[in-house]
């Protein structure tokens, strides 16, 4: 599903369950920066147990940054990601895991996704280059110097995929970075880490929610374990409620919207509000602030979603009218993540029914209600849909089809009306003067009339540019003494410069000499300028509503016929028989998918090859007769990481495959050379941008493809025969650690074996020893525990004394996962009531033809609430303008609420597993006749890859090709827990609470020095690689090694010989070694 879309609704919605995270900031003592000592309590008040990293949310904004210069070097990108990493642990700093999960091999129903996305990314860095060469040309002919093109490694993102070099080399990489860690990092020192690379199968999130999976119900794990997952992909949300773990956290960066709420009315700065603003002066862009005017780059901070936070709102949201029996809220859940599937997820095209944008998931949850006692149980059990209750619910979806597409064809129209006035508008005000642009307009904040004092200052530059552009020195022609208005800019610019050089002593007419010569200076400005222009060349080019002809609507939903209309578009059916034909294949395969995705998010892969074989989703309406389905799937075997780069890549990127199979992938006499299109079609489907539309590229033959391959697998060399391998995960901790002796007896046991013998020897873990982790442990290939672990990235050192010991880990065995929290588990404090939920809303297409009218005849704009309250926006202006800290939101308004929700009775939400005793209150609210019965709960507080040093592991069995999984889910029956009533307790009002509430007196911690609150930007990332320690004068800060360029090796010798980057000539230091204490520089 959409990512900011998604998370957005979430947020505005359930707005407690995002809490912003507290980042300490390091001490600079003597111009020597400490580093943080992440062995300490964390400053956001709650100790987290295990930190999972979803690697492709680190890889990809490291590889190509959206806030500063793209990298030129692979050495570039891992460093940027190994200061990634050290972010997020000072953030959490887990004390028992770390787990670093980087996309392996996908099953075909994803691959279909990933290969639409890297064809359309190759096809855009054509335009784009195409374009920049244009941009190119303009400059020459215009006398305006360019630097040349530089060359780069990082020049293609498809190589993010596994079995690329840039993949393998990532894996040494990181395997580095964990034993540089673990060596000297006291706050590492206790923790395991796993690192589960390229090769080894499965998405990145979806293999760290096998492993939670099957460490929950086994001997030895902690009920209460908290969980932290850093990732960008909005489905992690639904991952996390599909585990049932409470204690559950989803780390991610705050998404900003431009000129939301995070603007200043005092110092017109962005990042705080009024209330916080310090009086601070801006800080300039350029010299003289010329490249100001814009929102200055900085390190975004970061947000916790609560997954226990979000359960509460949940738990109050689904209080369900006069249910037939007692709620399981467990199910509840279930049933909300399968609901949300609609909405879009990665492996089947969204319904065309159902928006996020338009509210689809408060119509979703809305229906459900409604439907609830109809459907007589609930839409799935654990990980199985019942399709007849699926079919009941979503046919209520579908009547209001007929609504949501007339009143989109409407604001379609209207979009496309306003459009076509700017662009007239446009055009006129160019006839007027061509010159006048409205970046010179400085803004100047003014209250009838006359200049606020909170107004920010223009710029020098801003100056220039408002005096120039409203006494234009040049002719009508643009040109003053024959030069043009850009070389008028660029010389102005120069003349501030040379105002302040000549107060020092220069002549100006030295100065202007000088500037002139200055080509370096010229050719960076020009450059930028060409990144500015290109940059908004392509974003014009993609809004399809600039376009001089627009696509034609032909299929005009919501108007008579738009269902046979869209069969025909989309699918080329045109008799009705045709039609229906398709229309039924189209809602089995959709099924399907629905099932195939239901059992991915709770059980794992049950078929590797499946996949949705149609660019369209069927209509909601068009679901019908499920049934009668019977559905099963085959497990099947995950392809080898080359034979998914032939499936997802396009011909362009056929440089990161070896020799014969890029020539299947560009020879024009390939017999699969239909599988690589170099232009192919881009339906927009409604849309705006060119990067929504669908991109209609020809699904993939499994069979012919490896057909094809199977004749060029005999030219790989070694190298290649490892990186097309299948692996396993590996395990890394320090000597000291209890789980080390383990390992060692293991290799002092088994280490004569053969390397294919080493496999198949596995010990099972103690999990007392490991911390509550079960599993098994197999022999990587050579020392376990490698001397000397030699530096893959140029400008870092060799690890000369190694302390760290890795071996190969296996997941427990497989066993159902229990939908429900363990018994055993401690709730949390209850933070959420029903005053902090917001009244229902308004269902988007309930809009009586146009907007939904007040009583008073005004209307209401879109997301605002009807009677006397204030919006969101109008809250936050009026906060703002009163410069008050904003406070919890209260949606409590009895006579608000009473005009929007009906008059009912609710059964509680209870637990059926008997492992804690639910209380019932019943409350009835002022205004209002309907009673609530809400659950409370009584808990105290208080209360085979390769192994970068000579150690490598081996190729993994896959499961058997023709293994058949049964999953009858046309003959589901409804089967209802055992239920379990609580006594009753009147719930009481509570305070509102602090923005983390504590739920384990353990973890309270005194303030600690140096943190600053979380809008405080973080300036350097993780600052030491050492962790923060008092400057001992007996400290030999020459045992460990350092970490900047400006410090070469202590020691050239050769590595082992399993170590491939042993044969490196780094070069030896020139310069001393850093003083004792002295952490990273």
Same mark, same amino acid.
Request: aromatic share 10%.
């Given at each position: ?67 500063? /210069? ?33 996309? !392996? ?165 962005? !990042? ?28 975004? /901070? ?207 007419? !030295? ?124 497990? !099947? ?129 103690? %999990? ?17 525990? %490698? ?51 917001? %009244? ?168 600690? /020095? ?61 310069? %001393? ?9």
């Amino acid at each position: 599903m959409g990512v900011p879309a998604f998370y957005r609704w979430l947020a505005e919605k359930y707005p407690m369950v995002v809490v912003d995270v507290v980042e300490e900031e390091p001490v600079e003592i003597e111009g020597i920066t400490i580093p943080i000592d992440t062995s300490k309590p964390n400053p956001n008040g709650l100790e987290y147990d295990n930190l999972y990293l979803d690697m492709n949310g680190i890889i990809h904004p490291c590889f190509h940054p959206e806030d500063r /210069p793209a990298p030129t070097s692979f050495d570039e990108v891992f460093q940027c990601m190994f200061d990634y990493i050290d972010r997020l642990f000072v953030m959490v700093r887990p004390r028992k895991l770390l787990f670093m999960a980087i996309d !392996g091999v996908a099953p075909r129903a994803k691959m279909n996704q990933q290969r639409s996305r890297r064809f359309r990314a190759a096809k855009d860095a054509a335009d784009a280059a195409a374009e920049e060469d244009r941009l190119r040309l303009e400059f020459e002919r215009e006398g305006r110097k360019l630097p040349p093109k530089k060359e780069s490694e990082v020049f293609d993102s498809n190589v993010i995929t596994p079995g690329t070099e840039f993949m393998d080399v990532l894996s040494v990489a990181l395997q580095y970075y964990i034993h540089l860690r673990l060596n000297y990092d006291p706050g590492w020192k206790n923790i395991k880490v796993i690192l589960s690379d390229a090769n080894v199968p499965g998405e990145g999130e979806h293999k760290i929610m096998s492993y939670i999976r099957l460490q929950r119900n086994l001997p030895g794990f902690d009920v209460n374990t908290r969980h932290c997952l850093y990732g960008l992909d909005a489905d992690l949300i639904m991952l996390a409620l599909a585990t049932h773990e409470v204690h559950f956290s989803i780390l991610r960066e705050i998404v900003f919207t431009p000129g939301q709420q995070d603007k200043c009315f005092l110092c017109g700065q962005m !990042g705080h509000l009024a209330a916080d603003c310090q009086g601070n002066a801006k800080r300039k862009s350029g010299e003289f602030d010329e490249k100001g005017g814009g929102d200055e780059v900085a390190k975004k /901070p970061y947000q916790f979603l609560n997954i226990w936070t979000l359960r509460e709102y949940l738990e109050y949201e689904f209080r369900l009218p006069n249910p037939p029996f007692e709620v399981d809220f467990e199910r509840i859940v279930d049933d909300f993540i399968f609901m949300c599937f609609f909405v879009g997820n990665d492996f089947l095209p969204h319904m065309p029914t159902l928006e996020i944008r338009e509210g689809a998931i408060n119509l979703l949850m809305a229906v459900y209600k409604k439907e609830f006692s109809a459907m007589d149980g609930y839409l799935t059990d654990s990980w199985k849909p019942n399709l007849s209750r699926v079919e009941h619910f979503i046919q209520a979806v579908g009547t209001y089809e007929d609504r949501i597409f007339q009143k989109r064809g409407r604001l379609h129209q209207r979009q496309a009306e306003r459009i076509k006035r700017e662009k007239a508008q446009a055009r006129r005000g160019d006839d007027i003067d061509p010159h006048v642009k409205p970046d010179h307009i400085v803004p100047v904040t003014r209250y009838k009339g006359s200049r606020l004092a909170s107004g920010a200052s223009p710029s020098p530059f801003q100056q220039m540019e408002s005096s120039r552009s409203s006494n234009p020195p040049f002719s009508r022609n643009g040109r003053e003494n024959g030069k043009t208005t850009p070389e008028i800019s660029r010389t102005s610019v120069r003349m501030l410069k040379v105002a302040r050089t000549s107060t020092e002593g220069a002549t100006i007419g !030295g100065a202007i000499v000088e500037a002139e010569n200055s080509l370096e200076a010229e050719m960076t400005e020009n450059k930028e300028e060409l990144k500015t222009k290109l940059k908004g060349v392509l974003r014009d080019k993609s809004d399809l509503f600039n376009a001089e002809n627009p696509e034609e609507d032909k299929i005009k939903l919501g108007e008579p016929g738009w269902k046979e209309r869209y069969y025909d578009e989309k699918f080329s059916a045109k008799s009705p028989e045709e039609i229906e034909s398709v229309r039924k294949d189209v809602v089995v395969r959709y099924t399907e998918g629905l099932c195939w995705v239901m059992h991915y998010y709770y059980e794992g892969v049950c078929s590797w090859n499946w996949f949705y074989p149609y660019h369209y989703a069927p209509f909601a309406s068009d679901l019908k007769g499920l049934t009668q389905l019977n559905i099963e799937f085959r497990l !099947g075997a995950p392809f080898k990481p080359f034979d998914q780069l032939m499936g997802v890549f396009p011909a362009a990127s056929a440089h990161a495959l070896p020799l014969h199979y890029r020539q299947l992938m560009s020879d024009p006499k390939s017999p699969i050379i239909d599988f690589y299109p170099t232009d192919f079609e881009v339906d927009m489907n409604g849309k705006r941008y060119s990067w929504q539309g669908v991109a209609k590229l020809p699904f993939i033959d499994e069979h012919r493809l490896l057909a094809q391959i199977e004749n060029v697998r005999h030219t790989l060399t070694e190298d290649e025969i490892r990186r097309n391998s299948v692996m396993f995960e590996l395990l890394f901790v320090n000597v000291s650690h209890p789980l080390s002796p383990y390992i060692f007896s293991l290799s002092n046991q088994h280490g004569q074996l053969s390397e294919k013998e080493h496999v198949e020897v596995k010990e099972k873990i103690d %999990p007392v020893a490991s911390g509550g982790m079960n599993g098994y442990l197999s022999l990587c290939r050579g020392d376990p525990c %490698p001397p000397v672990f030699r530096s893959p990235i140029k400008g870092l050192e060799d690890i000369m004394d190694n302390g760290v010991i890795c071996a190969i880990y296996k997941l427990p065995d497989a066993h159902k996962h229990i939908t429900r929290p363990p018994a055993g588990v401690a709730f949390p404090k209850k933070t959420v009531d029903i005053g902090d939920l917001k %009244p229902p809303p308004v269902l988007w297409h309930q809009d009586n033809a146009g907007r939904r009218p007040l009583e008073n005849g005004r209307q209401n704009p879109p997301g605002s609430f009807s009677g006397r309250q204030l919006g969101e926006a109008a809250h936050r202006l009026v906060v703002n303008s009163l410069q008050v800290p904003m406070g919890r939101p209260r949606h409590d308004n009895a006579e608000a609420w009473s005009a929007h929700r009906p008059s009912y009775s609710a059964r509680s939400l209870s637990y059926a597993d008997g492992r804690h005793n639910p209380s019932k209150a019943e409350q009835h609210f002022a205004g209002q006749s309907q009673t609530y019965i809400a659950t409370e709960r009584r808990v105290e507080t208080g209360t085979s890859q390769r192994y970068a040093s000579p150690a490598t592991n081996y190729h993994y069995a896959g499961p058997a090709n023709h293994q058949v999984e049964r999953n009858e889910y046309g003959n589901n029956r409804h089967y209802d827990s055992q239920l379990h009533t609580g006594r009753n307790i009147q719930l009481e009002r509570r305070p509102p609470p602090q923005s983390y509430v504590q739920y384990d007196a353990r973890h309270t911690q005194p303030p600690i /020095p140096g943190v600053l609150p979380s809008a405080a930007g973080y300036r350097d990332g993780y600052v030491g690689f050492h962790a923060q320690q008092p400057l001992d004068p007996h400290y030999d800060a020459r045992r460990g090694p350092t970490y900047s360029a400006s410090y070469g090796r202590t020691n050239s010798s050769l590595p082992p010989a399993a170590n491939r980057y042993g044969s490196l000539d780094r070069g030896l230091s020139k310069w %001393p070694p850093p003083p004792p204490g002295y952490g990273r520089y």
